[in-house]
């Protein structure tokens, strides 16, 4: 069993910057590629990052040369830096362990807003 909380969420202005933090419990953490997922009001849930257990990195296009995922396996933590933050970009965030088994995070809001 992997428990995911998610924090650094928030409000921020457009262009502005925000990293959330995905702190993940047990001792296997290492082995496990992790992705960051997000949920906009109305929408369909979407894959926004992913990071393998080697730190092979991927990203949606909408976020690409903005946002950046890294990990510390001393702290069991995933991160996503999120730059030049745009309205499009509110939505819930949520932290997964994807492989070998599938975990959730709650959720974190990020409002990008004037």
């Known amino acids: 069993q992997v428990q995911l909380v998610e924090s650094g969420g928030g409000l921020v202005q457009p262009g502005g910057s925000l990293r959330l933090s995905c702190a993940a419990s047990?001792?296997?953490?290492?082995?496990?590629?992790m992705a960051w997922h997000r949920q906009a009001p109305g929408k369909q849930r979407e894959l926004v990052a992913t990071?393998?257990?080697?730190?092979?990195?991927d990203y949606a296009d909408s976020v690409k040369g903005r946002f950046t995922i890294s990990r510390d396996n001393a702290k069991n933590t995933v991160y996503l830096q999120m730059n030049n933050l745009k309205p499009e970009d509110t939505a819930i965030y949520y932290c997964k362990a994807v492989r070998p088994f599938v975990f959730w995070g709650q959720g974190t809001q990020v409002t990008v807003s004037s």
């Open positions: 990071i393998t257990s080697g730190s092979t990195t």
């Open positions: 047990g001792r296997f953490f290492v082995i496990y590629d």
